[in-house]
Structure formats: structure tokens, C-alpha cells
């Protein structure tokens, strides 16, 4: 349903939308790297008990390993583990090779089975061997949250944490949102607006007279990362084409991102200026505003 709400906007805003003749813009590269926060200060607080209330809802997708028994994980590849919960499978990787299997849920009770692996062979800090063992031996999960990232903990049946795994919490961004500020300036016009879903990875834009759409990309490993990739515009000549450029611009340099409260949040280059500065979208009083 969430899907198809924020759909049915973007669909009535590019309706809305009245395009002139064609030209092709060019898209510009630009050299990305998502700033880290620090870790110091991370540090001052401790994780939250997150309460268990839709387990399959809460543990659905990518999880990285990040620590064996409290103890850093360093590996070879990009250790990890992917929970489908509509296949009951865990796919992933131990940090040397790509494993499966599946899982059984019950509860608050977690087990994984039939767990299988390729056979590369690899060398690192971190045995490949610990992670399996560790998957074996889970029996039950605990979920906690710092910032914008979330924890699981995977514990034997004593109860002592094995893995701690965590993944971005991102879903601030997600909705539709309208065009507040670009690079400091104040924006008047309110044609710009864009349409972000975090789960299926998209991102949508309107101006005046274009569409953008794109994909969004995440880094796990790094905190508040997102970036846009692949924006392509719709090509249409616009009468202030200068500011539909710069939002395009934008997009394309943003390497992070911060909500600034409840109903606004900031897209920031990898230098951690703000770039472009949006305030949330009421979806069904915006979609009242178009039909009328």
C-alpha cells in the first residue's frame, strides 16, 4: 500500500508537469566518498533495546557483520548475511564465500541450517570457519539501535552474544518531499519535488517540466551514506533550465544525508555541506492539491 501511495503521487505530479520541446542535457560525473561521522562521539552513547514486535518485518534483508564475540571482524570480502523471509533462505557471505542455507523463526528462538558455502580458499583475521560456526550455533536474536543504525545480535542458547550484525536505518528519507533550499539559496518554486523509496531503491524527481528518476545506493559499511546513481532527465527545455540542472547536479554530488527534524532533511556532498535542503510532503493532502 505504502508503495502505491507514493506511486500515485509521483504519477500525479508528473501529470502536473507541462514539457516544452526536447534537448539532451549532459550528465555530469563526480567523484564520490561518503564522509564518516565520528566515531568518538558514536561512542558516547550506547545502542537501545529495540522491541521485538514484527520479527520478520524487523529482520528482513541485509545485515554486515561487524564483530565475533565483541571482537572487530576483519576479512578478506565483505562478510554478510541476507534473512528472505519469504523463502525462509539466508544468503550471504563469510567473508571468503558466498553461503546459504535456510533459517527457521519462532519466536524470539532463531536457528539457521543446511548451511553450504564455496570452497575459495582465503586468509584473513578473521576465520571464515568462527562465522559459520557462530551461524550454527545461533539460537536467538536481540535487536538495538545507535543513530540511524541497527544492531542484531545473535546469541547461543545460553543467552551469550555470538555475531552482532547491523545495517542503515534509512527510512527517514523515504516519501515525498518538496525542494526547501538548493546550495543556501531559498527556493521558490514549488515544482520541484521529489519521491524517495527507500525499500525499492528508486528515486524520483520533478521540476517544472522534467522527470528524473534514478536508483538509490547505500553503503553499509559507512554511516548516513546515500547516494544517486544512474539520473536520467526526461530532456525537455525548461524556462528556468539553470535550477533543474543544479537539482541534477545535486543529486549526483550527494554523498550523505541528516534529517534536520520530523518534517525536513538535508541531502550533503562528501565534504559535508548541505546541498539541498527538503521538507516532507503530506502524500494525501498533495494528491487532493493536484486532483483539484
Known amino acids: 500500500m505504502k508503495h502505491f501511495i507514493i506511486y500515485t503521487l509521483f504519477a500525479a505530479l508528473l501529470l502536473a508537469s507541462s514539457p516544452n520541446a526536447e534537448a539532451r542535457k549532459k550528465k555530469t560525473g563526480h567523484n564520490k566518498q561518503a564522509i564518516e561521522l565520528d566515531e568518538n562521539n558514536l561512542m558516547l552513547n550506547q545502542p537501545q533495546a529495540i522491541a521485538v514486535t514484527d520479527p520478520e518485518q524487523q529482520l528482513y534483508g541485509e545485515w554486515e557483520i561487524e564483530s ?13 548475511i541476507y534473512l528472505d523471509f519469504n523463502a525462509h533462505k539466508i544468503y550471504g557471505n563469510n567473508g571468503c564465500n558466498a553461503l546459504n542455507g535456510d533459517f527457521a523463526l519462532n519466536g524470539r528462538n532463531l536457528t539457521f541450517s543446511h548451511l553450504i558455502t564455496t570452497q575459495e580458499e582465503c586468509y584473513g583475521p578473521t576465520s571464515e570457519r568462527t562465522i559459520m560456526r557462530a551461524l550454527t ?27 552482532t550484525l547491523r545495517r542503515q536505518n534509512l527510512d527517514f528519507l523515504n516519501g515525498a518531499w518538496l525542494l526547501k533550499e538548493l546550495n543556501g539559496e531559498n527556493i521558490t518554486d514549488k515544482d520541484v ?14 521540476t517544472s517540466c522534467n522527470v528524473i528518476n534514478g536508483i538509490v545506493h547505500i553503503d553499509p559499511s559507512k554511516h548516513y551514506d546515500v547516494q ?65
Open 68 to 80: 565475533m564475540k565483541k571482537k572487530a571482524v576483519s576479512t578478506q570480502e565483505r562478510a554478510y
Open 137 to 163: 550455533d545461533t539460537r536467538g536474536f536481540q535487536l538495538t539501535q545507535l543513530y540511524n543504525m541497527q544492531y542484531l545480535h545473535l546469541t547461543d542458547k545460553k543467552g551469550q552474544e555470538l555475531m
Open 193 to 206: 519535488k521529489v519521491v524517495i523509496d527507500i525499500p525499492m531503491l528508486t528515486i524520483n524527481a520533478v
Open 228 to 292: 544517486f546513481e544512474d539520473l536520467q532527465s526526461s530532456h525537455y527545455i525548461c524556462p528556468d533550465i539553470q535550477l533543474e540542472t543544479d537539482v541534477l547536479i545535486g543529486l549526483e554530488e550527494t554523498a550523505t544525508c541528516k534529517a534536520i527534524n520530523s518534517g525536513e532533511m538535508a541531502l550533503l556532498d562528501n565534504k559535508g555541506n548541505i546541498i539541498l535542503r527538503l521538507v516532507k510532503i503530506d502524500l494525501k493532502a498533495s494528491r487532493k492539491q493536484v486532483r483539484d
